[in-house]
């Protein structure tokens, strides 16, 4: 039995009325005041960290030489003057657009050649069932923990051995030694949500290996394709140490290596052209990133998952 108040006089009335109008009220506030600590304030600090970086290269790329300097009249957060000088600077008084063409071609080569060993490493390791497969499969995926400073000492000397030191073609063959165990792993676990059974039906109606790969394993995993493709194109974009260690020739630099050091002359920084340059190559990967999303965030939960 629950206990009910019984009002014995006007003022016991309201002082009831008013208790159980104030309690949702209280909740409602308590609730927002939650969610407001706990999701949008992180949220927002979250959003300013990760885009205040873009937003800064982004002014200063259109800023005049005398905004960056002066303090006092202008401020540093904004552009008051907008010129596109720096862009005319880096496009027409530099290499760059030699630079980006050179980065696009070893950013393609280097992940056609990742993503397509990675499927055939991942296809036997997850459905062919060998013995010991899933140890191969976690020591593939160790091999990307090696840090690259470690391992181009001797890729180096194999660069010079074979006579390609300063050609963009040892990029394109020694980007996958980082970039095959990833990828590998990524469509290893994609590979497990793909139902096993239709291979087994392919099987025997006399099917290949190869012609399962081909038309039902391949087609299935689009979304791990893209995703490993997308991992693959954006490092080797962004990747520093082998570009700067195998290129020399100031025409057959990469973009992160040469907006670096080609703009930087002893301690003098163009930060213009630097902010220019580093705006309009991540223009590409962006794109990239805008168009194929969905399929990316699939993926990754699908390999996730497993």
């Known amino acids: 039995m629950t206990e009910q108040l019984v009002p014995n006089s006007p003022a016991e009335v309201e002082a009831i009325a008013g208790r159980s109008i104030d309690v949702p009220e209280l909740l409602a506030w308590d609730s927002r005041l939650r969610r407001t600590v706990t999701v949008y304030i992180p949220l927002a600090l979250f959003v300013i960290v990760l885009l205040f970086p873009f937003y800064w290269m982004t002014i200063t790329a259109f800023k005049p030489d005398y905004e960056m300097y002066d303090y006092k009249q202008y401020t540093p957060f904004w552009v008051h003057s907008p010129t596109l000088h720096n862009i005319e600077v880096l496009l027409y008084e530099t290499n760059y657009p030699r630079w980006l063409t050179i980065t696009m071609a070893i950013a ?15 296809y036997a390791i997850e459905r062919l069932r060998f013995k010991g497969a899933q140890h191969f499969g976690l020591a ?6 090696v840090p690259p400073s470690i391992l181009f000492i001797p890729l180096a000397t194999l660069i010079f051995q074979f006579g390609l030191f300063d050609n ?7 980007y996958p030694t980082f970039l095959v165990p990833f990828c590998t792993w990524l469509l290893i676990g994609y590979f497990k949500s793909i139902p096993y059974e239709l291979e087994e039906c392919a099987l025997i109606d006399g099917a290949s290996r190869l012609q399962i790969l081909r038309r039902i394993t391949l087609p299935l995993a689009v979304p791990g394709l893209i995703s490993a493709g997308i991992f ?9 140490i082998y570009a700067l260690a195998f290129i020399q020739s100031t025409d057959r630099k990469t973009v992160p ?7 930087v002359t002893g301690d003098v920084y163009q930060w213009g052209a630097l902010m220019a340059g580093s705006l309009l190559g991540s223009v590409p990967v962006a794109l990239i990133y805008s ?4 399929y990316y965030v699939s993926s990754m939960t699908g390999a996730v998952k497993e």
Not at 140 to 145: G, H, S, T
Not at 232 to 240: K, Q
Not at 291 to 294: Q, R, Y
């Open 108 to 122: 393609v080569g280097s992940t056609f050649l990742s993503v397509t060993s990675s499927v055939l490493a991942a």
């Open 291 to 294: 168009f194929f999303v969905e």
């Open 232 to 240: 693959a194109f954006t490092l080797s974009w962004n990747e520093f």
């Open 168 to 174: 963009p073609i040892a990029l394109i063959l020694t």
């Open 257 to 263: 290596v040469a907006i670096l050091t080609e703009l």
């Open 140 to 145: 593939i995926y160790l091999a990307y923990l």
